[in-house]
């Protein structure tokens, strides 16, 4: 089983050079912060109350980022909102990242490679070793989208995050993109799992559309 930020980065990553993909290079950091929070509060180690996160478990779910920003969350000297801690976990993301890429090396399913940068540095890429486990995600993906398949809490939450990291290109045909879109904000705005868990959700998938979408506004007004 993987975690809601194993499949977005899976999905991210470039299946043959092994490095994220150039359109959600700028956002995915946000998406995968918001994955964590949203995976520690299906797991009920935390939740928002007045958009502001509390540890309400403080039992180890045995994944080390997950259990990393649990702890950091635990020992805040005070409570902080929602935006606060996606932009800050996000500015963390880099040890936490090279984490996940492990778990996925250690289950198989991405191999690491060096490769040499202007004949001098090294750089390790990722590419996929085992395409099985990220066909399946994309199959479910499709089937919440485009099939009768209602999709559960952690599918919903993907769902959000891929349009958040612009993944939509990158997972949907071009035939298929405009509809994808419009059924992922239908699913995004009327998915029904647990009261308490989706106001907290929401909170925190409105928290990194704007962090993603500032991001991405930045970088456009810099490029120009």
């Given at each position: 089983m993987f975690t809601i930020a194993e499949e977005l980065l899976l999905l991210a990553m470039d299946d043959e050079k092994g490095t994220v993909v150039f359109s959600a290079s700028d956002?995915?950091?946000?998406?995968?912060?918001?994955?964590?929070?949203?995976?520690?509060?299906?797991?009920?180690?935390?939740e928002l109350n007045d958009n502001k996160v509390t540890v309400i478990n403080e039992e180890k779910t045995g994944v080390t980022f997950l259990d990393r920003v649990l702890i950091e969350i635990k020992q805040s000297d005070?409570?902080?909102?929602?935006d606060n801690w996606i932009n800050r976990i996000s500015g963390e993301m880099g040890q936490m990242r090279e984490d996940m890429i492990q778990l996925l090396v250690e289950k198989g399913v991405l191999k690491e490679e060096e490769k040499k940068v202007l004949w001098i540095f090294h750089q390790s890429t990722y590419?996929?070793?085992?395409?099985i486990p990220e066909q399946e995600i994309r199959n479910r993906v499709h089937a919440s989208l485009f099939g009768d398949e209602k999709p559960n809490a952690r599918t919903a939450i993907?769902?959000?995050?891929?349009k958040s990291c612009?993944?939509?290109?990158?997972?949907?045909s071009k035939d298929e993109r405009k509809e994808a879109t419009k059924r992922l904000d239908r699913i995004s705005k009327n998915n029904d799992y647990g009261k308490a868990v989706k106001t907290s959700i929401e909170e925190m998938q409105t928290a990194v559309i704007v962090a993603c979408t500032t991001v991405v506004m930045v970088s456009t007004i810099t490029t120009n």
């Open positions: 956002s995915l950091h946000y998406g995968l912060a918001g994955a964590i929070l949203a995976e520690l509060t299906i797991l009920e180690r935390i005070k409570s902080k909102k929602v590419p996929t070793d085992k395409e993907l769902l959000s995050l891929i612009n993944l939509v290109d990158e997972i949907f």
